[in-house]
């Protein structure tokens, strides 16, 4: 575990993309007329929310267990994450039929709980005010000898999400469409990274945007700091999928030559998209996962992009929630 | 208007196609692997809720004012609907950039008044209970000597419709999918005739069937009796784009040769199918949408089909509505 990160690169997410054919859902990409005229360019969505386990996590955690060591899978695995993290290392480890362990916040969102419970997986619930996950994953690992499995700071993790953008970029490609630029939701950066490295590598003209949650900011920090930089992270938001303080090494370590800034957006804006998601997409986008839709949408009138993407990153939340943000928000 | 109806056949969807080229959205085929694990076959769903406005609706409407000639279309459509029609008919009245003006119930749900109006139609609203829709339209027609454009009785709106079925015909082939059986929302049978129409053509060992909301099972009544036969049609229903009493003369003469019965849901059953399409499939889907779905959920245990068909119809429900059907099924 001393041993340093490494830090991705594109052939990491190719052989990802070998790795997860077939197990994960090749998700489409969407076009709405309405959106379009809104934003007065082409816009294309990759819904993230119709992968396996309602979120892209399934990706890096079917990719990263697939190369731990057979001698080694039947000790398991142990994640900690607030949801889609720990519904992805759930669904990915019975598909191997591996016993998971997650270490969840109590708070979390129900929908998370009861998905991460249905995959099979044993939740291990903590006070995420009082209580370090990381320490509790430690002991579970010291006494079980599994494998954690890292929420984003792995580069197999980074890779196995990066075949989202990889997707992206192919299914742009079909169209004849080149994306001026990709709006991604980021917290610690697995999936912003990864995108960047596809993006860079097939379609380098695209400018990649991550969009975080406000006080939560921390790659935009980095990026512009040129080194990892700790955000606030205290602040309320609605954004429980990204409450991520600082990008993990392996996803800066990628993503910092490859972007130069990054987005912030709050809780107004975050449940704008939502509702937005809601009434014109007919799509349920979890508050993180609307990250990058809310970047499109505040910043369309700033720059003359003929075409976007946009990563609709998971779809994990309560129908309270998606309620709460639509009465936010009544006309979109 | 007192001519007889023309029976639709497979060629005027043929015809339909290539007029609606470009304008509606071809919308994709999903797959999910938890949908398939839980009904024990594939399931390849077409979502409608993503084309304009919505619903299917628009092919029809598109299709149908296409063809009404030039030197009458400055004079507009007028439409009766509670509200899918309409919003179909107002966005392909602005596309042909003529005037619409819509009959539509006080009681209709919001978002499909607010709907028709952002299209820049004109709303006539009436009382369900008391005015009847079609006199009212009959006025508006005799004052602007426009054109009526029927909800589904109608050949040119039946062949629109059942361009969404020829889609998933074609799309299920180049999956290298067989469907054994489609399901498919029924109202007035519109969508149901089309969709019959083209599998018929293109897919004959698919069997269609259509999903009636209780107490508004005219078509099954219809197909057992060999003629077109009301349901009472009186009762309360959360379906409120399904409440026609009685299939249409030209939905009923191209499905009486072609369909052999269909089935009946209620509240309870499509408040399930509301509540695991937002759930698992992270689709906003309305009630009469989800006939289809709650009819492939109730019947699965009762064949041995490898692989289904589902019409997920149309998107247009108040946050609210949702949010009771996933309150009254917490788990899907």
């Not at 005010?129 to 599994?146: C, F, H, N, V």
């Not at 990058?292 to 998971?314: F, N, V, W």
């Not at 939340?317 to 979109?332: F, G, H, R």
Request: aromatic letters at 6%; charged letters at 20%.
């Amino acid at each position: 575990m001393n041993a340093p990160i490494r830090i991705p690169t594109f052939a990491d997410i190719q052989a990802a993309a070998g790795r997860i054919a077939g197990q994960a859902v090749v998700t489409p990409l969407l076009e709405y007329p309405a959106l379009n005229a809104r934003l007065g360019r082409r816009v294309l969505l990759k819904p993230e929310i119709f992968q396996r386990t309602g979120s892209f996590k399934f990706r890096g955690a079917y990719n990263r267990i697939s190369i731990i060591p057979e001698s080694e899978r039947g000790k398991g695995v142990v994640a900690f994450s607030s949801g889609n993290h720990a519904q992805g290392v759930a669904a990915a480890a019975a598909l191997f039929k591996i016993p998971a362990t997650i270490v969840m916040p109590i708070d979390a969102p129900r929908s998370k709980i009861d998905g991460t419970k249905s995959y099979g997986a044993k939740v291990n619930f903590y006070d995420r005010r009082k209580e370090d996950r990381e320490a509790i994953a430690a002991k579970l690992l010291a006494e079980t000898g599994g494998t954690l499995v890292r929420p984003f700071d792995d580069p197999d993790i980074v890779a196995g999400q990066g075949t989202a953008g990889m997707e992206m970029v192919q299914q742009a490609k079909a169209l004849g469409v080149m994306l001026d630029r990709v709006f991604v939701p980021c917290g610690g950066g697995g999936v912003t990274a990864g995108v960047a490295l596809a993006f860079a590598a097939l379609s380098p003209q695209t400018k990649v945007v991550p969009v975080e949650p406000t006080d939560y900011d921390g790659m935009g920090r980095s990026l512009r700091a040129g080194e990892r930089t700790a955000a606030p992270g205290k602040a309320a938001s609605i954004a429980d999928s990204l409450q991520a303080p600082m990008p993990g090494v392996a996803p800066f370590g990628a993503a910092k030559a490859l972007l130069s800034d990054a987005l912030v957006v709050g809780d107004t804006e975050l449940s704008r998209a939502v509702s937005l998601a809601f009434r014109m997409l007919k799509l349920v986008v979890e508050p993180g996962g609307a990250a990058g839709l809310a970047g499109a949408l505040e910043t369309a009138g700033q720059t003359s992009d003929s075409a976007i993407g946009i990563l609709l990153s998971g779809g994990n939340a309560d129908p309270e929630t998606i309620m709460q943000c639509c009465a936010a928000v009544p006309l979109p």
